[in-house]
């Protein structure tokens, strides 16, 4: 015996017993069983939008031959063939599905015929599966085309007795077009129906303009398009479905109210999907009836086959329609909403997805379908060659060939002696023993030499498909405009029946907030905010200004931007990336305000922050963005590049370590910039000497700088504009651009300022100005001063300048934006401080002080400047 002492309080297990976790055993079973509901039975396949069931039953009414072009079958014989095979459900559920795909009501386009009792809109069930027959419609059939190519995974069936298709070829965007609705474990979809030939154009956009936005595909695809037709009334919540993948679309059936013999009627033409009539006219009579609806007379149902659906209700004398129609609407289900979820399997996963993923999706899948069909094809075609090759070699060799087979005592023996004497496959000396007496005639040998022309031609297509992705891309949309011949252009069927109409006081957020002019702040620590440009007043050069932003103790406002609330933003950040925001999603905030952080608008990584601002009217195909860094990198990307940016933001270039990003600005084709360094140096070079290159490129050299300098920005030059140049210690002057001669990229420049005396300081920022435009500038201790630029004296390029803006002790001038002047009233306060500003008792701005004081503008240099002409 043992001598171990055992635990009498221990659980003692029979053999064969395991003991678990009963939470763990649950928690995994039920996960099983949940993606076994997900996958297997409740939601559709993004690429053939169908769910097991609905593929099973057509791949089983294709296998036998249930076609459109061949008599119906019993429903009960496609049922059994379904479950017998496919499907080891009941058989209700399967003859359900089929029932559906056969229903005009239902589905938008019908991939079943069927023929008997198939229920109604009214509510009443199908006959049962003995008494109906069907067959698969064209559009049904469409759905399998190519399937006996090899195009598709099979898998053995649930006993492993056949093969069945893990997904169909579907030439159809079938999702999308007759969508689906599903409730699975912890999760739902949702898809409504859309138009064949709205699908059509949208899908073939996206295939030429593959980096196409939502809003492009929505000029083509403008809503869902239910069987029963109705209105939807709004667009916002078809765009958030587009977008978002979920909306809540309000659908409201068609009415009209009509007066006969001075008594009026509402007409009710069309109702809301999956809306039961029966069901609905119920409803309102048992309003009517508990006084909750006021004014109805009587409601009749008046549909037939003939004229379609139809319900009269009848008013009371002195009723007002209006009012009526629109009580029916509130409290019935003449009004209903469709609650939309775009969720569908994409790679077995289930995923909601918006209006380019379920197109990226199907576009994905037939480009495997027709490459797999072509490879197929091209098999095929080099199987027969190869035969016919060797048909071709027998028939040279006639005699030959017939003298081998008929000294031969046998099949096998003239075989062996064929291959030895012409060196022939096993397929091909089989092809030619099997040839018959009259293929040895002439005739019969062109056809033979005519064939092997014919396959030569298809093996080089098939190859020419195989080798060049936009050809199959062409074939997809090849196929999209032959459904569009076949089943929309001039087919009643193919109008779109689903009206859509703006929601009444449904407007767009653009449409709630004014176009203007408005300033963006960023301060170092990273705050932002959005305040009206008609804050601040105008101030003649070398004013005190106002306090534009107030500051926390260790920070600085270091941008300061003017765009219009409209315009979308880009933010250039440090590390390379760029993000988009709407100026108008800017916190706005009062002036005095140090705004929010930015990182509640933007997912910065750690050590990222924004190095440029860029506003954006129109994402312009014809239109650059240049970029310059800080050590003299210069790069050109096209705007239309930067069109589709996430909320992760995107690459937007490559910086090397070390270097960092000083400015972007947009330039046309034939532009020249002007870079302009910190000790006052300026390369003037043509745009086109750096050529296009992909977001996320280093880019090429623009200036060397000398030992210590560094660029500080860089302008575009404009015909009638200036160029501006201002310093930290609050100096500055405008030149004539002419006065900068433009070079080839990479030389060290001309002087742009100059700074012997060393009371500019360093240069700060640069820009092309004209005399219409202010100059907004914001120094370290976060005062800001707006002024016009036609203050500014034009002087010779290495003039040192004249006081721009008068600093308080220890203060510098961080940055410095243009905008434009507004019309602005007389104001006797105009160049002085508001009345909330305490006013000085400072020399004033535009008086310029005797013996050369601070304010007195610097004497211009020579044309050729003091130490330019030839300073390259």
Known sequence: MSDEIQDPGAVVLEQGVEDINIEKEMSSSYIDYSMSVIVGRALPDARDGLKPVHRRALFAMNELNNVSTQPHKKSARVVGEVIGKYHPHGDVAVYETIVRLAQDFSMRYKLVDGHGNFGSIDGDKPAAMRYTEVRMDKLGEEMLVDLEKDTVDMTPNYDGSCLEPTVLPSRLPNLLLNGSMGIAVGMATNIPPHNLGELVDGITHYIDHPGCTIDDLMQFVKGPDFPTGATICGTRQIEAMYKLGRGQLVVRGKAEIVEDNKRHSIIITEIPFTVNKAAMIERMADLVNE??????????????????????????????????????????????????????LDQGRPKIMNLKDLFRCWVDHRFEVLTRRTQFELKKAEARKHIVEGLLIALDHLDEVVSIIRNSPNRDEAKARLIERFGFSDRQVTAILEMRLYQLTGLEREKVEAEFNDLCAKIEYYKGLLADPAKIYGLIKDDLADLKAKYVDGKKLSNRRTEIVPMDGEVNIEDLIADEPCVITLSHRGYIKRVALSVYREQRRGGRGITGAAVKEEDFITTVFVAETHDTLLFFTNTGRVFAERAFEIPEAPRTSFGKPIINLIQFQEGESVAALLPIRAFSPDVDVFFATEQGTVKKTALSDYRNINRNGIRALNIDEGDRLVQVLLTHSGDDVLLITANGRGMRFCE???????????????????????????????????????????????????????????????????DESGRNGKVVAAFAVHNGQSMVSIASNG??????????????????????????????????????????????????????????????????????????????????????????
């Open 291 to 344: 006084k909750v609806i006021d004014g109805i007379s009587d409601i009749r149902d008046e549909s037939s086959k003939k004229d379609g659906l139809r319900v009269v209700v009848d008013l009371k004398r002195g009723a007002i329609g209006e009012v009526v129609l629109n009580n029916l609407y509130k409290h019935t289900q003449l009004q209903t909403t469709f609650g939309a979820i775009m969720l569908a």
């Open 688 to 754: 086109d000497q750096v050529r296009r290159m992909g977001r996320t490129a280093t880019g090429v050299r623009g200036i060397r700088l000398q030992d210590g300098d560094i660029v500080r920005g860089f302008a575009v030059v404009e015909k009638g504009a200036t160029f501006l140049i201002a310093t930290e210690n609050g100096f500055g002057k405008r030149s004539e651009f002419c006065d900068f001669t433009p070079h080839h990229r990479g030389g060290q420049g001309m002087i742009a300022i100059k």
């Open 783 to 872: 005062m800001m001063v707006r002024s016009p630029v036609a203050d500014i004296r034009v002087c010779g390029r290495s003039a040192q300048g004249v006081r721009l803006v008068r600093l308080s002790d220890g203060a510098k001038l961080v940055s410095v934006s243009i905008a434009d002047a507004e019309e602005v009233p007389e104001n006797p306060l105009n160049g002085v401080a508001p009345a909330d500003e305490p006013a000085t008792a400072e020399t004033p701005a535009d008086t310029e002080t005797p013996n050369g004081g601070d304010n007195t503008p610097e004497p211009d240099a020579s044309p050729e400047g003091a130490t330019g002409g030839s300073d390259e």
